[in-house]
């Protein structure tokens, strides 16, 4: 079945919350570098910030969520405006964890990898952005190791294709999945299972190896743009009502493709 997780940022302070003004500006840092009315906390103070956040908590387990995703959880190798030790981040991570399994929700670990053999035991799932981009995707493995699964988004404006990353995620055992920085509708997906993209969708020129499984979707058109070249022992599906294959389209023996509504 699915799980619906609620992505709340547990790091910094948005001005656009509506519970913006419950958070006491002696808490309030830096401004977040490239995001507008986004400010650091300051993680050590659990008494002022922790009744925000467990008030967060509470209304993803009413609304129903499956799991909590806590964004903005490496604060201390951010320039916070803040002293904040690798020990600081530690205590509150261990303590958002243990908020999360009071209400039967789970936790993902997002991104701090550097804290990993730490905080393994008490997070039930990580979320990684950009790993395969930035080369550290191989730091979050114990979590595979102790059969707990890894999410790995990367993001198309970086330019990679998931031609790029998915062979390794698939060796990794990770979830691969492709979007955009704006987290739009449209999903890639290493594991082929990709959610209709509202529109046209454009298919960009790649090269899908052997052992990899891509489908695009779309309510509208797809079409191929420039190169694209399916290898054998590789799987790619379109499933829209209407479908364009330009001739850079190249289906090689022993390659699988499927065109469908």
């Known amino acids: 079945g699915r799980k619906v997780v609620c992505n709340i940022s547990v790091g910094t302070w948005e001005n656009w919350r509506a519970d913006a003004l419950d958070v006491p500006a002696i808490i309030l840092g830096n401004d977040l570098q490239g995001s507008t009315g986004e400010r650091w906390l300051d993680i050590r103070r659990i008494?002022?910030?922790?009744?925000?956040?467990?008030?967060?908590?509470?209304?993803?387990?009413?609304?129903?969520?499956?799991?909590?995703?806590?964004?903005n959880m490496d604060a201390y190798i951010n320039n916070t405006g803040f002293p904040l030790t690798e020990q600081d981040q530690l205590a509150f991570n261990l303590w958002l964890a243990n908020e999360a399994h009071k209400r039967d929700l789970s936790i993902g670990m997002k991104n701090d990898s550097d804290q990993v053999a730490e905080l393994l035991p008490y997070f039930d799932w990580a979320l990684t952005e950009e790993c395969f981009e930035?080369?550290?995707?191989?730091?979050?493995?114990?979590?595979i190791a102790m059969g707990k699964p890894v999410f790995a988004a990367e993001y198309t404006d970086t330019g990679i294709t998931l031609a790029d990353f998915c062979s390794d995620a698939v060796t990794m055992g990770f979830r691969g999945i492709l979007?955009?920085?704006?987290?739009?509708?449209?999903?890639?997906?290493?594991?082929?299972n990709t959610s209709y993209t509202p529109g046209d969708v454009g298919v960009p020129s790649q090269t899908i190896s052997i052992g990899n499984s891509f489908t695009w979707a779309a309510t509208g058109r797809i079409s191929t743009n420039g190169e694209l070249n399916v290898n054998a022992g590789a799987t790619l599906n379109f499933r829209a009502p209407e479908h364009?294959?330009?001739?850079?389209?190249?289906?090689?023996?022993?390659?699988?493709?499927?065109?469908?509504?």
Do not use: H, Y
């Open 47 to 71: 008494d002022l910030l922790g009744p925000v956040l467990q008030a967060r908590m509470d209304m993803c387990m009413d609304k129903g969520f499956d799991g909590i995703e806590p964004d």
């Open 134 to 143: 930035q080369g550290w995707c191989m730091d979050m493995q114990p979590f």
């Open 179 to 192: 979007k955009d920085r704006d987290l739009t509708a449209e999903r890639q997906s290493c594991d082929g």
């Open 244 to 261: 364009i294959l330009n001739p850079g389209l190249r289906i090689n023996q022993g390659a699988w493709f499927r065109a469908s509504r």
